[in-house]
């Protein structure tokens, strides 16, 4: 993989005298940027990295961000890492070409994500830097504080020092300062006229600041052309805008993080087009209100992260009883108990798959990325219409926070409208047994049934018009057509491809956000003459067909997850699989720190696992 | 694809049958389903009577309004009405009602429950439903103790009751549920009697026609349980049926605080009535706010201007 410390020619190093705007002369063509911005909470990093994200999505790049941010109310270490590139962005990537330290604890705790020879931009005002790592990094000191001051007046407390630094991006990076300056504008516009006023002028102060041949400038090389324009957002706003194409206008939820940003953008975005959402007295009331809303005729939603699913189970089980569509949004979150509300894990499988007493089947699905969980939310809606049953979206913190450009989806085409059909009907029976594979096709109140003969929807065991019954044959009847449906849902699932060759001796199994690093690993792998190959496992209940099939075909398989390894050994979809195909040689590679896994951090545990393939790149 | 239309869009036109062919009067056979299980003298038939007495009165169609119940004896309630119902899991039967009500406002939605299932286990969703003042009619069917679990002490069991599981007499102060919902904010409030069916259809029929979160305590005697219990209030057994003062302004608020803190068998009738807007009226406001700089535009088209913003 090229990267700027490869490819920057030191000749061409003084190019600070370029015009302020249409592209620095002699500048290096790089094909991607992984930047790393290191702060506090409030200093907007946050805003400068969506800035750089955005303009990329502009301008036809790939683009991924990667952002931290502490569970205090104010201040707190924040950092917040983009990856630009003109060719195919998996992750967020491993380490860092430049590093933007605005303190001196930043400065020390990510001066070690940077590659060796990469270059730090730190805060002369504020960070001492270490003599033993100027030898390995390229150090270069800015007055950001002071300047930012001198710009724009106030105290070295106050914001603008971000934007201050987006100049100085811009200028070392060649960025399109006119597109930028859109963004700036669209961003502080509107208001105070004075805020956009100082915002452009930090900007510029950092653009216009001379690094005096500190440091050399960049130019992305050229990227394909994209068929569509593309937009830019993070997995969150993915999700709440799928689910307004897919038509959802009823949801219900109580504010908890990462969930919480979802709920508000629904909240803002619903009565623009009619509809509602609610903010409940707590969790149990959201999925109640959210199940109110499906038995009068909408596919209602409702979301959460980890303590809050936990919460909702009883009432999903009453969703699966009932026959209820219903999609429940889960951003995991690592758990359990509180646990760590703004970081990463991928440990609600078991409760999203399981959770509820009793036999519950439901179905669950996770998406991989942002662009994937836009589509995923509408996908989500459609099964739990079609088979009236709750669907659960397992998202997470990493994949909601972070932000992806993708081509815009053809918005007339995809959005549906699923306002409730009232029409009369001869005769319905909510739990019909004669239904085709189970699949009863619910009528709303509303619709008028002309035999008299009006359903109940119910948790209790009941026949067909949902009246209970201690019958034990209908007992097994009707257990036996919430099973069916989701066995009949497995047949119209596509089988999933193997990335990679499709047979070998190692195939490594992930599921939700950590494709992107998965596929890069087996990439990185492959490239270096490893043999590897990758599944990605997007319906997790019911498992998709041919998913055995794949596995027989690799000597080892390892499922990558952000969970622990368990009592016995295994993370929460090892497990699974381990149960559903009885295929001894599944292990996993666990992990539960807080953080996604990076490329190089895959290979070496696959390495530690795998003694005997030493030649995998370390 | 539709036009954005203003919400609550009832939904799609309903093709109803042939309209000169007027439909038979409702009568109280149509809209009787199951056979309520329910112990002999329990008070909760007089409610379900009542109730099928007040649809039949006003001729609602069987498709416009829903039961909503959640767990408990009466919470058996939608399986004894021929119409749309839910039997929901406990205590949650508001909330579970309140999403119908907010995104179907065409129908009508009564709730049934007892005090345990809508005061103890339920209680926080009680709070919270009357401080938004959703449009739900709320029957409790209050008999102060837990029945279907057999005689354990209810939230509102009067200090000294002996159950399973306070054998010596409940210890703890009851809850008075008329005081609960005015402080809490619900819009119409009363107290009735199973034993006086003439004095609830008329606070049922009030509740039906107001426009907020309507909530109606029903003494409703557990003969099995807490046989007795509302002796105090029933003339024939010797007690009295106090109706509110006629003096009694309804839109008092303070007044009608104090006049359910009477001692039992205390006062019957409606106590407290506020027009305050319902939610249901305030999120339509809203939404017609929001849309007006989205007049004429079609979903897609909407979404299409959110993406430009994402560019």
Same mark, same amino acid.
């Given at each position: 993989?090229?990267?700027?410390?490869?490819?920057?020619?030191?000749?061409?190093?003084?190019?600070?005298?370029?015009?302020?705007?249409?592209?620095?002369?002699?500048?290096?063509?790089?094909?991607?940027?992984?930047?790393?911005?290191?702060?506090?909470?409030?200093?907007?990093?946050?805003?400068?990295?969506?800035?750089?994200?955005?303009?990329?999505?502009?301008?036809?790049?790939?683009?991924?961000?990667?952002?931290?941010?502490?569970?205090?109310?104010?201040?707190?270490?924040?950092?917040?890492?983009?990856?630009?590139?003109?060719? /195919?962005?998996?992750?967020?990537?491993? !380490?860092?070409?430049?590093?933007?330290?605005?303190?001196?604890?930043?400065?020390?705790?990510?001066?070690?994500?940077?590659?060796?020879?990469?270059?730090?931009?730190?805060?002369?005002?504020?960070?001492?830097?270490?003599?033993?790592?100027?030898?390995?990094?390229?150090?270069?000191?800015?007055?950001?504080?002071?300047?930012?001051? !001198?710009?724009?007046?106030?105290?070295?407390?106050?914001?603008?020092?971000?934007?201050?630094?987006?100049?100085?991006?811009?200028?070392?990076?060649?960025?399109?300062?006119?597109?930028?300056?859109?963004?700036?504008?669209?961003?502080?516009?509107?208001?105070?006229?004075?805020?956009?006023?100082?915002?452009?002028?930090?900007?510029?102060?950092?653009?216009?600041?001379?690094?005096?041949?500190?440091?050399?400038?960049?130019?992305?090389?050229?990227?394909?052309?994209?068929?569509?324009?593309?937009? #830019?957002?993070?997995?969150?706003?993915?999700?709440?805008?799928?689910?307004?194409?897919?038509?959802?206008?009823?949801?219900?939820?109580?504010?908890?993080?990462?969930?919480?940003?979802?709920?508000?953008?629904?909240?803002?975005?619903?009565?623009?087009?009619?509809?509602?959402?609610?903010?409940?007295?707590?969790?149990?009331?959201?999925?109640?209100?959210?199940?109110?809303?499906?038995?009068?005729?909408?596919?209602?939603?409702?979301?959460?992260?980890?303590?809050?699913?936990?919460?909702?189970? /009883?009432?999903?089980?009453?969703?699966?009883?009932?026959?209820?569509?219903?999609?429940?949004?889960?951003?995991?979150?690592?758990?359990?108990?509180?646990?760590?509300?703004?970081? #990463?894990?991928?440990?609600?499988?078991?409760?999203?798959?399981?959770?509820?007493?009793?036999?519950?089947?439901?179905?669950?699905?996770?998406?991989?990325?942002?662009?994937?969980?836009?589509?995923?939310?509408?996908?989500?809606?459609?099964?739990?219409?079609?088979?009236?049953?709750?669907?659960?979206?397992?998202?997470?913190?990493?994949?909601?926070?972070?932000?992806?450009?993708?081509?815009?989806?053809?918005?007339?085409?995809?959005?549906?409208?699923?306002?409730?059909?009232?029409?009369?009907?001869?005769?319905?029976?909510?739990?019909?047994?004669?239904?085709?594979?189970?699949?009863?096709?619910?009528?709303?109140?509303?619709?008028?049934?002309?035999?008299?003969?009006?359903?109940?929807?119910?948790?209790?065991?009941?026949?067909?018009?949902?009246?209970?019954?201690?019958?034990?044959?209908?007992?097994?009847?009707?257990?036996?057509?919430?099973?069916?449906?989701?066995?009949?849902?497995?047949?119209?699932?596509?089988?999933?491809?193997?990335?990679?060759?499709?047979?070998?001796?190692?195939?490594?199994?992930?599921?939700?956000?950590?494709?992107?690093?998965?596929?890069?690993?087996?990439?990185?792998?492959?490239?270096?003459?490893? /043999?590897?190959?990758?599944?990605?496992?997007?319906?997790?209940?019911?498992?998709?067909?041919?998913?055995?099939?794949?596995?027989?075909?690799?000597?080892?398989?390892?499922?990558?997850?952000?969970?622990?390894?368990?009592?016995?050994?295994?993370?929460?979809?090892?497990?699974?699989?381990?149960?559903?195909?009885?295929?001894?040689?599944?292990?996993?590679?666990?992990?539960?720190?807080?953080?996604?896994?990076?490329?190089?951090?895959?290979?070496?545990?696959?390495?530690?696992?795998?003694?005997?393939?030493?030649?995998?790149?370390? | 694809?539709?036009?954005?239309?203003?919400?609550?869009?009832?939904?799609?036109?309903?093709?109803?049958?042939?309209?000169?062919?007027?439909?038979?009067?409702?009568?109280?056979?149509?809209?009787?389903?199951?056979?309520?299980?329910?112990?002999?003298?329990?008070?909760?038939?007089?409610?379900?009577?009542?109730?099928?007495?007040?649809?039949?009165?006003?001729?609602?169609?069987?498709?416009?309004?829903?039961?909503?119940?959640?767990?408990?004896?009466?919470?058996?309630?939608?399986?004894?009405?021929?119409?749309?119902?839910?039997?929901?899991?406990?205590?949650?039967?508001?909330?579970?009602?309140?999403?119908?009500?907010?995104?179907?406002?065409?129908?009508?939605?009564?709730?049934?429950?007892?005090?345990?299932?809508?005061?103890?286990?339920?209680?926080?969703?009680?709070?919270?439903?009357?401080?938004?003042?959703?449009?739900?009619?709320?029957?409790?069917?209050?008999?102060?103790?837990?029945?279907?679990?057999?005689?354990?002490?209810?939230?509102?069991?009067?200090?000294?009751?002996?159950?399973?599981?306070?054998?010596?007499?409940?210890?703890?102060?009851?809850?008075?549920?008329?005081?609960?919902?005015?402080?809490?904010?619900?819009?119409?409030?009363?107290?009735?009697?199973?034993?006086?069916?003439?004095?609830?259809?008329?606070?049922?029929?009030?509740?039906?026609?107001?426009?907020?979160?309507?909530?109606?305590?029903?003494?409703?005697?557990?003969?099995?349980?807490?046989?007795?219990?509302?002796?105090?209030?029933?003339?024939?057994?010797?007690?009295?049926?106090?109706?509110?003062?006629?003096?009694?302004?309804?839109?008092?608020?303070?007044?009608?605080?104090?006049?359910?803190?009477?001692?039992?068998?205390?006062?019957?009738?409606?106590?407290?009535?506020?027009?305050?807007?319902?939610?249901?009226?305030?999120?339509?406001?809203?939404?017609?706010?929001?849309?007006?700089?989205?007049?004429?535009?079609?979903?897609?088209?909407?979404?299409?201007?959110?993406?430009?913003?994402?560019?």
């Amino acid at each position: 993989m090229q990267t700027i410390e490869k490819v920057i020619s030191m000749s061409e190093a003084t190019t600070l005298a370029a015009p302020a705007l249409g592209g620095a002369k002699g500048a290096s063509a790089v094909p991607e940027a992984i930047i790393r911005l290191a702060g506090n909470s409030q200093d907007g990093i946050q805003a400068i990295g969506g800035f750089l994200a955005r303009l990329a999505g502009r301008s036809e790049q790939e683009v991924m961000t990667f952002m931290s941010i502490p569970s205090t109310i104010s201040g707190g270490p924040s950092v917040f890492q983009v990856r630009i590139s003109t060719g /195919e962005v998996l992750s967020a990537g491993d !380490e860092a070409d430049l590093l933007v330290a605005f303190y001196q604890h930043s400065y020390v705790e990510h001066l070690r994500s940077l590659k060796k020879g990469g270059i730090v931009i730190y805060d002369k005002d504020q960070v001492e830097p270490n003599p033993e790592w100027e030898k390995d990094y390229r150090h270069v000191g800015v007055g950001i504080t002071s300047l930012t001051v !001198e710009a724009i007046g106030g105290t070295g407390r106050d914001k603008g020092k971000n934007l201050f630094v987006l100049g100085l991006l811009a200028r070392m990076h060649d960025l399109n300062t006119a597109k930028l300056n859109e963004l700036i504008k669209g961003r502080f516009g509107g208001r105070d006229a004075g805020v956009l006023d100082n915002a452009l002028a930090a900007f510029n102060a950092g653009y216009g600041y001379s690094l005096e041949g500190a440091v050399e400038t960049f130019r992305f090389s050229a990227s394909a052309p994209k068929s569509r324009r593309q937009v #830019v957002m993070n997995g969150n706003e993915a999700v709440a805008y799928g689910l307004i194409a897919a038509g959802v206008r009823f949801g219900t939820a109580y504010p908890i993080t990462p969930w919480s940003d979802i709920m508000e953008i629904l909240r803002r975005e619903l009565p623009k087009y009619g509809g509602t959402y609610v903010q409940c007295e707590d969790e149990i009331a959201a999925i109640c209100m959210a199940l109110g809303g499906s038995f009068a005729g909408r596919v209602a939603v409702t979301g959460t992260s980890g303590p809050g699913f936990s919460l909702k189970t /009883e009432a999903l089980g009453w969703g699966v009883m009932a026959e209820m569509p219903l999609v429940i949004i889960d951003v995991q979150r690592g758990g359990p108990s509180t646990g760590l509300p703004t970081q #990463v894990e991928q440990s609600d499988l078991n409760i999203a798959v399981y959770g509820s007493h009793g036999d519950a089947p439901r179905i669950v699905l996770a998406p991989a990325s942002v662009e994937d969980a836009f589509y995923t939310a509408i996908e989500a809606v459609n099964l739990a219409r079609a088979y009236s049953v709750p669907v659960i979206v397992l998202t997470d913190q990493a994949i909601g926070s972070r932000i992806e450009a993708f081509e815009e989806p053809d918005s007339e085409k995809i959005c549906q409208d699923l306002t409730p059909d009232l029409t009369p009907v001869a005769s319905h029976k909510l739990y019909d047994l004669s239904a085709p594979d189970g699949i009863t096709h619910r009528r709303s109140p509303g619709t008028r049934i002309l035999d008299g003969r009006y359903p109940v929807a119910t948790g209790l065991e009941h026949d067909e018009y949902g009246h209970p019954t201690g019958s034990p044959k209908l007992r097994m009847d009707m257990q036996a057509k919430r099973r069916k449906k989701l066995q009949a849902l497995v047949a119209k699932l596509p089988v999933p491809t193997v990335h990679g060759p499709a047979k070998g001796k190692v195939l490594l199994v992930g599921w939700g956000s950590s494709q992107g690093p998965i596929r890069e690993a087996v990439d990185r792998a492959r490239a270096a003459g490893t /043999e590897l190959s990758a599944l990605h496992v997007r319906y997790l209940n019911p498992l998709p067909p041919g998913l055995g099939e794949i596995l027989d075909r690799f000597e080892r398989i390892f499922v990558v997850e952000l969970n622990d390894e368990g009592l016995y050994g295994y993370g929460q979809l090892a497990s699974l699989l381990r149960s559903r195909y009885c295929n001894p040689r599944i292990q996993g590679i666990n992990k539960t720190e807080g953080l996604t896994f990076k490329v190089k951090e895959i290979l070496d545990r696959l390495n530690e696992k795998m003694t005997r393939l030493s030649n995998l790149p370390a | 694809m539709s036009t954005t239309a203003t919400f609550p869009a009832p939904s799609a036109p309903v093709t109803l049958p042939d309209p000169n062919t007027p439909r038979k009067p409702l009568t109280k056979g149509d809209l009787t389903a199951e056979r309520p299980t329910w112990c002999p003298g329990c008070g909760d038939f007089t409610v379900l009577a009542l109730y099928l007495k007040l649809l039949e009165k006003r001729q609602l169609p069987q498709e416009s309004f829903c039961s909503i119940s959640g767990i408990g004896c009466s919470s058996r309630f939608p399986y004894f009405v021929q119409a749309y119902g839910a039997h929901f899991i406990h205590g949650r039967s508001l909330p579970f009602a309140s999403g119908i009500s907010l995104s179907r406002p065409d129908l009508h939605v009564f709730v049934f429950g007892g005090d345990g299932d809508l005061l103890s286990i339920g209680g926080n969703h009680f709070t919270h439903t009357s401080r938004k003042n959703i449009k739900i009619t709320c029957v409790i069917m209050d008999n102060c103790v837990y029945g279907l679990t057999k005689k354990q002490t209810s939230p509102t069991s009067p200090i000294g009751f002996k159950s399973k599981t306070d054998v010596t007499g409940s210890i703890d102060q009851p809850i008075n549920p008329v005081k609960q919902a005015i402080a809490a904010g619900a819009t119409y409030v009363a107290r009735a009697s199973s034993t006086n069916p003439n004095h609830l259809l008329q606070l049922l029929e009030g509740a039906v026609d107001h426009d907020g979160f309507s909530v109606i305590e029903c003494l409703s005697e557990c003969v099995a349980f807490y046989p007795g219990a509302f002796d105090a209030a029933n003339p024939r057994k010797g007690g009295a049926f106090n109706l509110i003062p006629a003096d009694h302004d309804v839109a008092n608020e303070v007044a009608a605080y104090k006049l359910a803190d009477a001692a039992f068998p205390g006062y019957f009738g409606l106590f407290y009535q506020s027009k305050r807007p319902t939610k249901n009226r305030l999120e339509a406001e809203l939404n017609q706010r929001s849309q007006e700089k989205f007049q004429g535009l079609k979903d897609w088209q909407i979404l299409k201007k959110s993406f430009e913003k994402m560019q």
